[in-house]
Protein backbone atom coordinates (compact mmCIF):
# COMPACT_ATOMS: atom_id res chain seq x y z
CA UNK A 1 0.00 0.00 0.00
CA UNK A 2 1.75 3.31 -1.37
CA UNK A 3 -0.81 5.77 -0.23
CA UNK A 4 -2.58 8.14 -2.44
CA UNK A 5 -0.53 8.87 -5.44
CA UNK A 6 -1.31 12.29 -7.72
CA UNK A 7 0.09 13.41 -11.22
CA UNK A 8 1.68 15.78 -12.17
CA UNK A 9 2.61 17.65 -8.37
CA UNK A 10 3.50 20.80 -10.69
CA UNK A 11 1.63 21.99 -13.57
CA UNK A 12 2.06 25.85 -15.03
CA UNK A 13 -0.15 26.49 -17.95
CA UNK A 14 -1.32 29.15 -19.84
CA UNK A 15 -4.63 30.95 -19.79
CA UNK A 16 -7.08 29.16 -22.42
CA UNK A 17 -5.15 26.44 -21.82
CA UNK A 18 -6.54 22.39 -20.92
CA UNK A 19 -4.86 20.46 -18.23
CA UNK A 20 -5.64 17.25 -16.90
CA UNK A 21 -4.80 15.74 -13.46
CA UNK A 22 -5.01 12.36 -12.51
CA UNK A 23 -5.02 10.95 -9.06
CA UNK A 24 -4.55 6.60 -7.61
CA UNK A 25 -6.56 6.04 -4.86
CA UNK A 26 -5.66 3.61 -2.14
CA UNK A 27 -6.01 0.19 -3.84
CA UNK A 28 -9.80 -1.44 -2.90
CA UNK A 29 -10.90 1.85 -1.59
CA UNK A 30 -14.14 2.54 -3.49
CA UNK A 31 -14.39 6.13 -2.80
CA UNK A 32 -12.67 8.72 -4.11
CA UNK A 33 -12.87 12.70 -3.56
CA UNK A 34 -11.78 15.52 -5.12
CA UNK A 35 -10.79 18.94 -3.38
CA UNK A 36 -9.42 22.66 -4.40
CA UNK A 37 -7.23 24.37 -1.91
CA UNK A 38 -5.88 28.17 -2.43
CA UNK A 39 -3.74 29.76 -0.27
CA UNK A 40 -4.81 30.54 3.55
CA UNK A 41 -8.41 28.19 3.23
CA UNK A 42 -8.96 24.71 3.95
CA UNK A 43 -9.66 22.43 1.24
CA UNK A 44 -12.85 22.58 -0.75
CA UNK A 45 -15.18 19.74 -1.84
CA UNK A 46 -15.49 19.57 -5.77
CA UNK A 47 -16.64 15.86 -6.86
CA UNK A 48 -16.69 12.44 -4.86
CA UNK A 49 -17.12 8.96 -6.81
CA UNK A 50 -18.16 5.85 -4.99
CA UNK A 51 -17.11 3.36 -7.77
CA UNK A 52 -17.40 4.54 -11.23
CA UNK A 53 -20.74 6.53 -10.40
CA UNK A 54 -20.00 10.78 -9.62
CA UNK A 55 -22.24 10.98 -6.41
CA UNK A 56 -21.66 14.76 -5.54
CA UNK A 57 -21.01 17.62 -7.18
CA UNK A 58 -19.81 21.07 -5.84
CA UNK A 59 -21.39 24.51 -7.34
CA UNK A 60 -18.04 24.89 -7.46
CA UNK A 61 -17.37 22.47 -10.34
CA UNK A 62 -18.88 25.00 -13.04
CA UNK A 63 -18.67 23.12 -16.84
CA UNK A 64 -14.99 23.88 -17.75
CA UNK A 65 -14.42 20.86 -14.90
CA UNK A 66 -14.49 17.16 -15.51
CA UNK A 67 -13.72 14.33 -13.39
CA UNK A 68 -14.28 10.66 -14.38
CA UNK A 69 -13.54 7.36 -12.84
CA UNK A 70 -14.21 5.29 -15.55
CA UNK A 71 -13.20 1.91 -13.92
CA UNK A 72 -13.49 2.44 -10.91
CA UNK A 73 -9.73 3.11 -9.85
CA UNK A 74 -7.78 6.02 -10.96
CA UNK A 75 -10.05 9.25 -11.75
CA UNK A 76 -8.62 12.11 -13.54
CA UNK A 77 -9.61 15.66 -13.67
CA UNK A 78 -9.85 18.15 -16.57
CA UNK A 79 -10.38 21.64 -16.19
CA UNK A 80 -11.10 23.24 -20.00
CA UNK A 81 -9.76 26.72 -20.86
CA UNK A 82 -8.23 27.41 -17.41
CA UNK A 83 -8.26 31.00 -15.84
CA UNK A 84 -5.95 32.94 -13.83
CA UNK A 85 -8.55 31.79 -10.77
CA UNK A 86 -8.30 28.62 -11.43
CA UNK A 87 -4.55 28.34 -9.96
CA UNK A 88 -4.83 26.03 -6.73
CA UNK A 89 -3.76 23.08 -5.19
CA UNK A 90 -5.91 19.94 -6.07
CA UNK A 91 -5.96 17.44 -3.97
CA UNK A 92 -7.65 14.01 -3.76
CA UNK A 93 -8.68 11.78 -1.36
CA UNK A 94 -9.83 8.26 -1.23
CA UNK A 95 -11.61 5.82 1.60
CA UNK A 96 -13.38 2.67 2.45
CA UNK A 97 -16.27 1.45 4.10
CA UNK A 98 -18.78 3.90 5.80
CA UNK A 99 -19.07 7.29 4.02
CA UNK A 100 -17.95 9.08 7.19
CA UNK A 101 -14.66 6.96 7.29
CA UNK A 102 -11.06 9.00 7.52
CA UNK A 103 -9.97 10.35 4.01
CA UNK A 104 -6.39 9.39 3.31
CA UNK A 105 -5.44 12.34 0.90
CA UNK A 106 -2.58 12.53 -1.87
CA UNK A 107 0.23 15.10 -2.11
CA UNK A 108 -1.58 17.56 -4.41
CA UNK A 109 -1.02 18.81 -7.84
CA UNK A 110 -0.24 22.53 -7.83
CA UNK A 111 -1.23 24.37 -10.47
CA UNK A 112 -0.40 27.84 -11.69
CA UNK A 113 -2.58 29.94 -14.33
CA UNK A 114 -0.48 32.49 -16.05
CA UNK B 1 -24.57 25.95 5.70
CA UNK B 2 -22.02 24.42 8.13
CA UNK B 3 -19.29 26.63 8.82
CA UNK B 4 -15.92 25.82 10.43
CA UNK B 5 -14.07 28.82 12.11
CA UNK B 6 -10.36 28.01 13.91
CA UNK B 7 -8.64 30.26 16.19
CA UNK B 8 -5.96 31.16 16.52
CA UNK B 9 -5.18 31.59 12.68
CA UNK B 10 -1.20 31.54 13.70
CA UNK B 11 0.44 30.47 16.96
CA UNK B 12 4.41 30.69 17.42
CA UNK B 13 5.53 28.89 20.58
CA UNK B 14 8.90 27.98 22.37
CA UNK B 15 9.68 24.14 22.11
CA UNK B 16 8.27 22.67 25.04
CA UNK B 17 5.36 24.02 25.46
CA UNK B 18 1.65 22.74 25.96
CA UNK B 19 -0.65 24.75 23.87
CA UNK B 20 -4.50 24.16 22.60
CA UNK B 21 -5.99 25.19 19.09
CA UNK B 22 -9.66 25.90 19.41
CA UNK B 23 -12.32 24.95 16.17
CA UNK B 24 -15.87 25.91 16.43
CA UNK B 25 -18.80 24.76 14.02
CA UNK B 26 -22.24 26.50 13.78
CA UNK B 27 -24.48 23.09 12.95
CA UNK B 28 -24.20 20.30 15.70
CA UNK B 29 -25.34 17.83 13.77
CA UNK B 30 -22.45 16.56 13.00
CA UNK B 31 -21.18 12.86 12.26
CA UNK B 32 -17.91 13.01 12.82
CA UNK B 33 -15.36 15.82 13.78
CA UNK B 34 -11.82 15.32 12.61
CA UNK B 35 -7.86 16.98 13.28
CA UNK B 36 -5.41 16.66 10.17
CA UNK B 37 -2.06 18.29 9.66
CA UNK B 38 -0.78 19.91 6.25
CA UNK B 39 2.96 20.31 5.92
CA UNK B 40 3.84 23.39 3.51
CA UNK B 41 2.74 22.26 -0.03
CA UNK B 42 1.92 18.49 0.52
CA UNK B 43 -1.05 16.86 1.44
CA UNK B 44 -3.21 16.54 4.84
CA UNK B 45 -2.65 13.70 7.34
CA UNK B 46 -5.17 12.40 9.67
CA UNK B 47 -4.58 12.71 13.19
CA UNK B 48 -7.70 11.76 14.92
CA UNK B 49 -11.54 11.46 14.21
CA UNK B 50 -13.94 11.80 16.92
CA UNK B 51 -17.20 10.14 16.31
CA UNK B 52 -20.91 12.58 17.41
CA UNK B 53 -20.98 10.14 20.14
CA UNK B 54 -17.59 10.46 21.69
CA UNK B 55 -15.89 12.72 23.71
CA UNK B 56 -12.13 12.54 23.19
CA UNK B 57 -9.46 10.82 21.54
CA UNK B 58 -5.97 10.69 22.34
CA UNK B 59 -2.61 9.87 20.29
CA UNK B 60 0.67 10.12 21.45
CA UNK B 61 0.66 13.47 22.92
CA UNK B 62 -1.69 14.42 20.96
CA UNK B 63 -5.54 14.65 22.49
CA UNK B 64 -8.52 15.95 20.70
CA UNK B 65 -12.01 16.79 22.50
CA UNK B 66 -15.30 17.19 21.20
CA UNK B 67 -18.40 19.17 22.55
CA UNK B 68 -21.00 18.77 20.26
CA UNK B 69 -23.92 20.52 21.91
CA UNK B 70 -21.79 23.75 22.02
CA UNK B 71 -20.10 23.61 18.24
CA UNK B 72 -16.60 23.08 19.90
CA UNK B 73 -13.44 21.09 19.66
CA UNK B 74 -9.72 22.01 20.89
CA UNK B 75 -6.62 20.26 19.97
CA UNK B 76 -4.10 19.70 22.76
CA UNK B 77 -0.13 19.35 21.83
CA UNK B 78 1.84 18.48 24.86
CA UNK B 79 5.49 19.22 24.95
CA UNK B 80 5.80 20.52 21.54
CA UNK B 81 8.42 20.14 19.37
CA UNK B 82 9.67 21.79 15.61
CA UNK B 83 9.17 19.19 14.45
CA UNK B 84 5.34 19.81 15.10
CA UNK B 85 5.45 22.94 12.87
CA UNK B 86 2.89 22.45 10.50
CA UNK B 87 -0.84 23.86 9.88
CA UNK B 88 -3.55 21.65 12.03
CA UNK B 89 -7.02 21.81 10.23
CA UNK B 90 -10.37 20.89 11.86
CA UNK B 91 -13.04 19.08 9.46
CA UNK B 92 -16.54 18.25 10.28
CA UNK B 93 -19.13 15.91 8.37
CA UNK B 94 -22.88 14.39 8.63
CA UNK B 95 -24.51 17.98 8.16
CA UNK B 96 -27.25 17.92 6.28
CA UNK B 97 -27.28 14.39 5.75
CA UNK B 98 -23.72 14.77 3.56
CA UNK B 99 -20.66 13.39 4.66
CA UNK B 100 -18.66 15.71 2.73
CA UNK B 101 -16.40 17.21 5.07
CA UNK B 102 -16.14 21.19 5.73
CA UNK B 103 -13.05 22.27 6.63
CA UNK B 104 -11.68 25.58 8.29
CA UNK B 105 -8.74 27.30 7.10
CA UNK B 106 -6.57 25.92 9.90
CA UNK B 107 -3.66 26.93 12.37
CA UNK B 108 -0.83 27.72 11.59
CA UNK B 109 2.06 26.55 14.13
CA UNK B 110 5.68 27.16 14.37
CA UNK B 111 7.64 25.86 17.27
CA UNK B 112 10.85 27.12 17.42
CA UNK B 113 13.48 25.52 19.72
Given at each position: DTGVSQDPRHKITKRGQNVTFRCDPI???NRLYWYRQTLGQGPEFLTYFQNEAQLEKSRLLSDRFSAERPKGSFSTLEIQ??????SAMYLCASSFGHPGETQYFGPGTRLLVL | KQEVTQIPAALSVPEGENLVLNCSFTDSAIYNLQWFRQDPGKGLTSLLLIQSSQREQTSGRLNASLDKSSGRSTLYIA???????ATYLCAVSGTGGSYIPTFGRGTSLIVHP
Amino acid sequence: DTGVSQDPRHKITKRGQNVTFRCDPISEHNRLYWYRQTLGQGPEFLTYFQNEAQLEKSRLLSDRFSAERPKGSFSTLEIQRTEQGDSAMYLCASSFGHPGETQYFGPGTRLLVL
Amino acid sequence: KQEVTQIPAALSVPEGENLVLNCSFTDSAIYNLQWFRQDPGKGLTSLLLIQSSQREQTSGRLNASLDKSSGRSTLYIAASQPGDSATYLCAVSGTGGSYIPTFGRGTSLIVHP
